[in-house]
């Protein structure tokens, strides 16, 4: 009798739940849902996309969950680039030169008394409060555009629906009428070496660090390695880049080599064509890493402090049930398939940012992007995103900006003998007095060789490179031509005026080395 009770519940609980769907099916059906888009993902994109669709008339719901790191490691509303990325990353890469400027100011005849000494815990609690007042703000922006945020982790239930969970498993049904993914990525751990994940760290966790994480080792030469790599370096902190073929793929590959050069002299050590095998804790805390190095077969060890593992990001698209709605995925990378106008192969299901496939990982083109869409969904707006000649920048000690193509690149749609690259080293006026190496300063435009020279790609290494490649992105927009680079007036004396004198070519052979003012 007992169970044929237990069975009479079960099945009552099935009719419940059966007749709830079936309910909120029919709902959809007769035109009538809850939001005209529920967001999931809170993130650069989700954000720019909510408060601009919101600002157009549209009822919209926004969805944010921070799964904590392996580490435990949390954050708030706002998603990697406010939280984890660029925002923390740029602060404390402004701390590393801050040092480097104490060093140029004596020449400059500041008396500095006593070696200047860096406080990791103070510098940390300042760029976290910082971030903290940035999930804040983002908190009020969503509340001042009359969008409904719900703290929950969002998966779809059908189409034209989402379920909702809070940390303590509370549940909420939301349908809509579109719905928008926009969940990002994380970064990944190598399963396959015996204590990565339990004795590593990653950038979700680095700029949440209390204490310093003293003498580290970086795995991975991504963007994202270097540039933590180059502020531990530039704080005073032993770090070691670990290096498995080559630095900043997908990046022009000669301005790569330029960053990496400047690195190594600046003090950041490499271990080149070299793969971890295993992470141990020993007894006095520390971590000894055990790695095969390729060029010599042999086996090497070295113990650190830290091991930060940078080794690519996986899209955040597991748990949200889009098998089961048919949203189509690359089966090798787990993104989101997604057509040009951002629509993925369900009608009513969008994607933008890091989790769509073929999409630049930054953070301007995911909230372009949301802002575009937006527009679509509630204006007859027909404007789709451009992805193409994206500027960005890497934070390394020595800076590094491009837009356009890279010359391996330009190279391989073109033919090496239909472009031409105008190039210069040249030194900034700030390092002359303070004495400083500029033998990584380098400029290249790469042009088309025929007709009006159309510039294809602009790279530059040197101080405040993202504000200088910025400006020059725009004339990409333009068509911009060698002709046009050479009319433009230089500011005077700039790093950037050098991009307008730039006459010798590689072809030529002869000294790109800029002389005189």
């Excluded at 339990?198 to 003293?214: A, M, N, R, V, Y």
């Excluded at 690359?330 to 999409?359: C, N």
């Amino acid at each position: 009798m007992a169970a044929f009770c237990r069975g009479r519940h079960r099945l009552k609980s099935i009719s419940c739940i059966y007749t709830s769907v079936r309910n909120v099916t029919a709902q959809c059906v007769a035109g009538k849902f809850d939001y005209d888009v529920v967001v999931i993902g809170g993130g650069s994109g989700g954000l720019a996309f909510s408060k601009e669709a919101a600002q157009l008339g549209k009822k919209v719901a926004v969805l944010d969950y921070v799964e904590p790191s392996a580490k435990g490691t949390k954050w708030g509303l706002g998603g990697t680039c406010v939280n984890v990325g660029c925002i923390p990353k740029k602060l404390m890469h402004q701390a590393a030169l801050l040092g480097t400027a104490i060093k140029d100011a004596q020449k400059y005849g500041w008396a500095i008394p006593g070696p200047a000494s860096h406080d990791w815990a103070t510098m940390a609690t300042a760029v976290q409060n910082h971030v903290k007042s940035l999930n804040w703000g983002h908190r009020v922006q969503l509340q001042d555009k009359k969008v409904k945020y719900l703290n929950m982790k969002g998966s779809l239930a059908d189409e034209h629906t989402v379920k909702g969970v809070t940390a303590r498993g509370k549940e909420m049904t939301l349908t809509a009428r579109n719905i928008v993914i926009a969940t990002g990525g994380r970064p990944k751990y190598p399963t396959h070496v015996p204590g990565a994940e339990e004795h590593g760290i990653t950038s979700d966790d680095i700029f949440w660090l209390k204490e310093s994480p003293g003498k580290t080792l970086v795995v991975g030469a991504s963007y994202v390695g270097l540039e933590c790599a180059g502020f531990l370096t530039g704080i005073g902190l032993d770090t070691t880049i670990m290096v498995r073929s080559i630095a900043l793929r997908g990046f022009d590959q000669q301005m790569s080599g330029l960053v990496t050069d400047y690195m190594e002299a600046y003090g950041t050590k490499f271990a080149w064509k070299c793969a971890p095998t295993k992470v141990e804790r020993l007894p006095s805390g520390g971590l000894q890493v055990t790695w095969i190095n390729s060029s010599t077969k042999q086996e090497e060890r070295d113990t650190f402090d830290s091991v930060l593992w940078a080794v690519g990001r996986a899209p955040e698209s597991k748990q949200l049930n889009l098998d089961r709605v048919g949203v189509q995925l690359h089966a090798e990378t787990g993104k989101i398939v997604v057509a040009p106008d951002e629509a993925t192969s369900v009608p009513s299901i969008y994607a933008i940012g890091d989790i769509s496939l073929g999409r630049p990982e930054l953070t301007p083109t995911a909230i372009q992007a949301g802002r575009l869409l937006a527009r679509r969904l509630a204006t007859d707006s027909k404007e789709l995103m451009n992805y193409d000649n994206v500027p960005t920048a890497v934070f390394t000690p020595l800076e590094y900006a491009c837009v356009g193509l890279s010359e391996e690149e330009a190279e391989n749609r073109h033919g090496k003998d239909s472009i031409e690259v105008f190039h210069a080293f040249y030194k900034p006026l700030e390092f002359t007095v303070a004495e400083r190496d500029a033998s990584q300063c380098y400029i290249k435009a790469v042009c088309l060789r025929g007709g009006d020279q159309r510039i294809l790609g602009l790279h530059f290494t040197g101080p405040n490179a993202g504000e200088v490649i910025q400006g020059f992105a725009l004339g990409f927009q333009c068509g911009a031509t060698y002709t046009h680079l050479l009319n433009t007036v230089g500011i005077h004396p700039t790093c950037a005026e050098e991009l307008t004198k730039l006459h010798i070519t590689k072809r030529s052979g002869l000294d790109a080395m800029v002389t005189g003012c």
